[in-house]
C-alpha cells in the first residue's frame, strides 16, 4: 500500500510565497510520476504541474513563470514551489503520483488548503 502526504498549505497575502511537499511512503514501489492539481469551489480539479523520474516537467499555462516543480528522488518526494500567488490560486492542492507496485496505479493525497488573500 502506497500514501501520499502533504503538507505546506496555508494562509498568504497575494504577491507570497508558498512551498508545497508530498511524500510517497510504502514498500515495494517505483515512482513513474508526481505533481499537483489543484480545485478550486465549484470548479473542475486541474494539473497544476507534472514532474516525470527522469526530471521532465510540465505547468497550466496560468501557473507558468510563478511556480516550480522538483523532485527529490532519494526521498519520494516532491515540492512545489508558489511564488508571485494570486488570489485566484486558492484551491485545494492535491499530490498526484503513478506509481508501480505489482501494477501501475494512480494514487492521490488527501489535499492541502491554500488560500491566498488579496
Known amino acids: 500500500q502506497v500514501q501520499l502526504v502533504e503538507s505546506g498549505g496555508g494562509l498568504v497575502q497575494a504577491g507570497g510565497s508558498l512551498r508545497l511537499s508530498c511524500t510517497a511512503s510504502?514498500?515495494?514501489?517505483?515512482?513513474?510520476?508526481m505533481g499537483w492539481y489543484r480545485q478550486a469551489p465549484g470548479k473542475q480539479r486541474e494539473l497544476v504541474a507534472d514532474?516525470?523520474?527522469?526530471?521532465?516537467?510540465k505547468y497550466a499555462d496560468s501557473v507558468k513563470g510563478r511556480f516550480t516543480i522538483s523532485g527529490d528522488n532519494a526521498k519520494n518526494t516532491v515540492y512545489l514551489q508558489m511564488n508571485s500567488l494570486k488570489s485566484e490560486d486558492t484551491a485545494v492542492y492535491y499530490c498526484?503520483?503513478?506509481?508501480?507496485?505489482?501494477?501501475?496505479?494512480?494514487?492521490w493525497g488527501p489535499g492541502a488548503q491554500v488560500t491566498v488573500s488579496s
Open positions: 514532474i516525470t523520474s527522469g526530471g521532465s516537467t
Open positions: 498526484n503520483a503513478g506509481i508501480r507496485t505489482y501494477y501501475v496505479g494512480n494514487y
Open positions: 510504502g514498500s515495494s514501489f517505483t515512482i513513474n510520476h
